[in-house]
């Protein structure tokens, strides 16, 4: 499993992200490390759509990470 760190502190939380591929039977799996205090502010004061998109945001970062590692 492929740890992607975009957390710029010490207090920071992890999401495993699968990224299915045609050429194989298991998908890739990536940790997506990232700051806690930005998830904690969408909570505290965001809204349920700010929410979709900073998860949306992790998974595109992730997706990226992947199609210029792995050209999937």
């Given at each position: ?6 957390s ?65």
């Open positions: 499993m492929e740890t992607i760190d975009i710029e502190t010490h207090d920071a939380m992890t999401m495993k992200v699968k990224v299915e591929a045609l050429n194989r039977k298991t998908p890739y799996k990536y940790v997506i490390k990232f700051d806690r205090h930005k998830l904690q502010e969408i909570l505290d004061f965001g809204s349920h759509e700010e929410l979709l998109e900073f998860y949306d945001g992790l998974r595109s970062t992730v997706q990226t990470h992947h199609k210029k590692t792995k050209g999937n």
